[in-house]
């Protein structure tokens, strides 16, 4: 019989390290990788426009889709790069209505209630392929993370600007397993 285990959140602005923690974490712990990252690489790969500089509500759309099947498919996976919420803050930041799918999600029975918080860290912080966004709009963006977790009564963990390691213990012993 299969059970689900609702998974603890990493999240934070792109360029916090969130995906470098969950590589490591993944030596320990079954680890679900971020879905934004595939989205826009699909994107980009075929000309799409489904990206949060581009299309915001299209990337938030397929994300959300990409997201459900992930969560299907990881029943048992412990922590999670980013989760659903995120998607409400890029909505914020942009403008837009966030839509009945997003607002009406049970996230307290996917997630557990205690949720680690990558803080903006310029010394780490760098654009890639799939993160073109400025420094100045993820420091937007993680003020409405923040503000969207705390609102969704999610409590934040603000994790060290420390090590990876030294954040793989932090974690460690936040874990109620």
Avoid at 43 to 62: A, H, I, R, Y
Avoid at 88 to 117: Q, T, W
Avoid at 122 to 141: N, P, V
Wanted: aromatic residues 10%.
């Amino acid at each position: 019989m299969s059970s689900y285990i609702k998974k603890y959140i990493i999240t934070g602005a792109p360029g916090t390290g969130k995906t470098t923690l969950i590589n490591a974490l993944e030596e320990q712990y079954s680890c679900m990788h971020e879905v934004s990252r595939k989205v826009i690489a699909d994107e980009q790969e075929k000309n799409g426009n489904g990206m949060p500089w581009k299309d915001v509500s299209k990337f938030t759309d397929l994300v959300y889709k990409a997201s459900i099947a992930e969560l299907a498919l990881n029943p048992h996976a412990i922590l999670t790069d980013r989760s659903l919420l995120d998607l409400i803050a890029y909505l914020l930041v942009e403008g837009k209505s966030v839509p009945s799918s997003l607002n009406d999600f049970p996230y307290h029975h996917k997630y557990e209630k205690k949720v680690f918080f990558a803080p903006m860290w310029e010394s780490i912080f760098h654009q890639d392929m799939q993160r073109l966004q400025e420094f100045a709009y993820c420091q937007e963006l993680e003020k409405a993370l923040e503000k969207n977790y705390i609102k969704r009564r999610f409590e934040i963990i603000k994790l060290p600007k420390q090590s990876v390691a030294n954040r793989v213990s932090f974690i460690s012993n936040h874990l109620k397993l």
